[in-house]
């Protein structure tokens, strides 16, 4: 909660002395249905996307539990090893995203290019630095938890292994944020599909 107020009173500060380029009235927050509609056209998929991260890990667990205990404990430990770097990757997307929406909005062709560009060459950088550490520090990170035994190798093997793909998973990422600051939620939505649903379960149940 701290950080949101902190984060909001810095926002409103530069706002209201740094922003020449915008002045609000008090009449610019009267609700606008049409200005609500287009957000909630960007903004339903993405709400969407963020529930099927839940949606994804819950069909994953009751497929490993059909098989081990083991390999559920495992997983969940991996996945909160995963989270720091796609964390990284979703701030780097929500950062692409406003500044790519604002030069579309001034039908700036150049820079949106360079945005579709850098945004895809820092996520990539970030996320394969975050691969090469994973797989040199998979031992010992997933010893912070504890582990032992199976549980230990499953969670080693999850890591060396899934790893190898946070790059293309970045790359998504990034493309989301694109799709969503062009006004293409659907399209960002269909990508969260394919990529959290419709190509991963089918996978699991096969190797499972």
């Known amino acids: 909660m701290i950080g949101q107020i902190v984060s909001f009173t810095a926002a409103l500060i530069f706002h209201i002395r740094f922003n020449k380029a915008m002045r609000i009235s ?5 609700p606008s249905p049409r200005i609500i509609g287009k957000i909630y ?18 069909g994953m667990n009751l ?4 098989i081990s205990e083991n390999m559920v404990t495992a997983y969940g430990l991996y996945y909160k090893i995963q989270q720091f770097l796609l964390f990284a990757a979703f701030g780097m997307r929500d950062a692409i995203t406003p500044i790519t929406a604002f030069s579309y909005g001034m039908r700036d062709d150049k ?7 850098y945004g ?12 090469v550490v994973l797989e040199i520090f998979a031992v010992p990170f997933s010893e912070i938890f504890g582990l032992s035994g199976e549980t230990l190798t499953l969670c080693v093997s999850a890591v060396r292994v899934i790893s190898a793909g946070l790059v293309f998973v970045g790359i998504n990422i990034a493309f989301q944020g694109f799709f969503q600051a062009l006004g293409s939620g659907v399209a960002s939505l269909i ?3 394919c990529r959290q649903l419709l190509f991963v379960f089918p996978i699991a149940i096969g190797f499972a």
């Open 63 to 66: 497929i490993l539990h059909g």
């Open 111 to 117: 820079r949106i290019k360079d945005c579709l560009k």
């Open 120 to 131: 895809q060459l820092y996520t990539g950088a970030i996320m394969l630095t975050g691969c």
């Open 191 to 193: 990508i969260s599909v």
């Open 41 to 58: 056209a960007v903004v339903l998929p993405a709400i969407i996307s963020q529930a099927l991260i839940s949606v994804m890990t819950y």
């Open 26 to 30: 008090a009449r610019d927050f009267i």
